[in-house]
């Protein structure tokens, strides 16, 4: 708890470590690295006490985006990855829960990934922004889409430098956090909103993760200012792949979620254009962007009443990925 608050943290992570691709025992590392890398999920846990987290979601590396051209080594990487996250989260799995990778790009191998990550307890599922150089929408992921929707699972689309193609405008980090590590969320919003598949998949619950909140103003009003015009200029054969409601109207489904950053200037109008129960609280733990103090700064905030700060902390996780 902070202050009296009970704290949900949904975006956290799991440093790279070689466990993640052994099958044999652990290596014992020193306290503090091995809960960066959750080789120690005991230190984690005493991490979380001193952060005053109760609950920690808990994603992969970014690095994981674009760590082989090879789909089929990707598929290896991202199936051994949740394997690992599965067994050292085991014996705190009320505090520790952990989203499991998609091999999109490897259309046999998505499916046994999903079946075997809901084996192994996977409170949700992760991809990037896109599939290498494909959207999320591309047709040949349809048979893993319709699989998915069977299981109910959340969909998490987390930060990363996916998109190949941005490679070449990046030079700096400002570059990549501006451009390759953002702008794949607005691709991912066209793909998933967009393109008509929150109307295919009625229960199918979306939240983005580490791309910040700003940039939904733009992407509602840039959509929903051209549907019903383009409706009526392009061929009708397009319209079966556009959404059947405007971009508002899916924000305020309650199934499409967004963490923000809780400095965020514009988190009253965020409040208002989604309503109150689909903002999370994230700290970034343990990567270095200063997001561990997170939690204090929306406590301290006066432009928010205390339901929605309680709302953000701790009831809008459960209602994205479930009771605990």
């Known amino acids: ?4 608050y ?3 943290d949904a975006d956290a992570h799991v440093n790279v470590a070689p466990q993640m691709w052994e099958d044999a025992a652990l290596v014992v590392e020193g306290p503090d690295r091995g809960s960066l890398t959750l080789v120690d999920p005991d230190a984690r846990i005493r991490d979380l006490d001193g952060l005053g987290i109760d609950v920690q979601f808990l994603f992969p590396s ?14 290896a990487l991202f199936r051994s990855y949740n394997r690992f996250i599965a067994r050292q989260t085991r014996a705190h799995s009320k505090r520790l829960k952990w989203a499991g990778l998609i091999p999109l790009r490897e259309p046999r191998e998505s499916i046994t990934a999903l079946d075997e990550m809901l084996k192994l307890g996977a409170a949700a599922a992760v991809v990037f922004g896109t599939a290498g150089d494909k959207m999320l929408s591309d047709q040949g992921f349809n048979d893993f889409w319709d699989e998915f929707a069977r299981c109910k699972l959340p969909l998490c689309v987390h930060m990363a430098a996916s998109f190949p193609p941005f490679d070449g405008c990046v030079e700096t980090f400002l570059d990549a956090y501006a451009l390759s590590m953002a702008l794949p969320a607005q691709m991912a919003f066209v793909a998933l909103l967009g393109g008509g598949m929150m109307d295919r998949y009625p229960d199918l619950r ?17 959509l929903d200012h051209y549907l019903a015009r383009d409706r009526e200029i392009q061929p009708n054969v397009l319209n079966a792949h556009m959404p059947a409601r405007t971009m508002r109207e899916y924000l305020r489904s309650g199934r499409v979620f967004i ?5 965020d200037p514009l988190m009253k109008e965020e409040l208002m254009l989604k ?7 994230s700290s970034d733990y ?15 905030r006066n432009d928010i009443s205390e339901n929605e700060k309680q709302k953000i902390l701790y009831h809008n996780p459960i209602k994205l990925f479930g009771n605990i």
């Not at 708890?1 to 009296?4: A, C, E, F, S």
């Not at 963490?259 to 400095?263: A, F, I, N, R, V």
Request: aromatic content about 16%; some cysteine.
């Open 275 to 281: 309503g109150e129960d689909q903002l999370l609280y």
């Open 62 to 75: 970014t690095l994981y985006a674009r760590w082989t051209s090879d789909p089929r080594f990707e598929a």
């Open 259 to 263: 963490c923000g950053e809780m400095e």
């Open 286 to 300: 343990p990567h270095g962007e200063g997001r561990e103090n997170a939690g204090q700064e929306l406590l301290q």
């Open 206 to 222: 979306i939240a983005f993760m580490e791309f910040g909140a700003e940039w939904i103003f733009y992407m509602v009003g840039r």
């Open 6 to 8: 009970r704290v949900y």
């Open 1 to 4: 708890m902070i202050n009296g």
